[in-house]
């Protein structure tokens, strides 16, 4: 994963600018940063949760579940970091204005992500993954 994110940042770097690859960078490491706590937390909840499932319709019920009540909260919290993107962006990379206008597609994406976690956390509980 580093070798790519240093890659994509080579690129930018030659093909735009220098300014440009280091928004992205400063962006990917808001991201990250994020994406840490949600992570820790659906693995806290869903890992444990899934590992004692054993039939597939508790499976749905469970994964329902998730979706409805979880994923939505991290929702909000998203918008939460969205609508204070500017606050963010001066308080951590004062000097960056292009970063703000990231954090639309970035927090997308990261939301899809979480909603696709779930779905591996289910294979790590089930062992259908060899690690």
């Not at 659906?42 to 499932?53: A, D, E, G, N, W």
């Not at 993107?85 to 206008?101: D, H, K």
């Not at 990261?110 to 294979?123: E, M, P, T």
């Amino acid at each position: 994963m580093n070798y790519v994110e240093i890659s994509i940042r080579s690129t930018l770097f030659k093909q735009i600018s220098e300014y440009d690859a280091g928004v992205w960078t400063a962006m990917t490491n808001i991201s990250k940063n994020y994406m840490v706590f949600f992570e820790a937390i659906f693995s806290m909840y869903v890992l444990p949760k899934f590992s004692r499932i054993k039939l597939k319709k508790e499976f749905t019920k469970e994964l329902i579940y998730i979706y409805k009540t979880l994923l939505p909260l991290f929702g909000i919290g998203m918008l939460l970091v969205y609508f204070c993107r500017e606050w963010i962006v001066n308080l951590i990379y004062p000097n960056f204005e292009g970063l703000s206008l990231l954090f639309k597609w970035q927090l997308i994406g990261d939301f899809v992500k979480l909603a696709s976690i779930v779905l591996a956390h289910q294979f790590l509980a089930r062992k259908l993954v060899i690690l």
